[in-house]
């Protein structure tokens, strides 16, 4: 059983800057990728950047050149770096970690950008 927590959530103006970290635990597995999701109101969840264990990292194309993810393997944390914050980044934003086949979420942290 893998548990994930994220932090760094808020509001912040437009062309603002946030920092979400998430922190995986539990024991007995390997984990092959992590990564965020998101979801704004009245939309479908959508994979915003992951990062796997041999170093393939990929973007949704509305952050590329905004957004950074960093995965830290060994202790199992995972970092996204957000830029240029819009409005349409508005949204509750999900850690998750496939580990040994098995995918884990997060609660989901807010991030509200304001105009």
């Known amino acids: 059983q893998v548990q994930l927590v994220e932090s760094g959530g808020g509001l912040v103006q437009a062309g603002g800057s946030l920092r979400l970290s998430c922190a995986a635990s539990?024991?007995?597995?390997?984990?092959?990728?992590l990564g965020w999701n998101r979801q704004a109101p009245g939309k479908e969840r959508e994979s915003v950047a992951s990062?796997?264990?041999?170093?393939?990292?990929t973007y949704v194309d509305s952050v590329k050149d905004r957004f950074t993810i960093s995965g830290n393997f060994a202790k199992m944390t995972v970092d996204l770096q957000m830029n240029s914050l819009q409005p349409d980044d508005t949204a509750v934003y999900y850690c998750?970690?496939?580990?040994?086949?098995?995918?884990?979420w997060g609660q989901g942290i807010q991030v509200t950008v304001s105009s």
């Open positions: 539990g024991r007995g597995f390997n984990i092959w990728r």
């Open positions: 998750g970690a496939l580990a040994d086949g098995i995918g884990y």
């Open positions: 990062a796997t264990r041999n170093g393939d990292i």
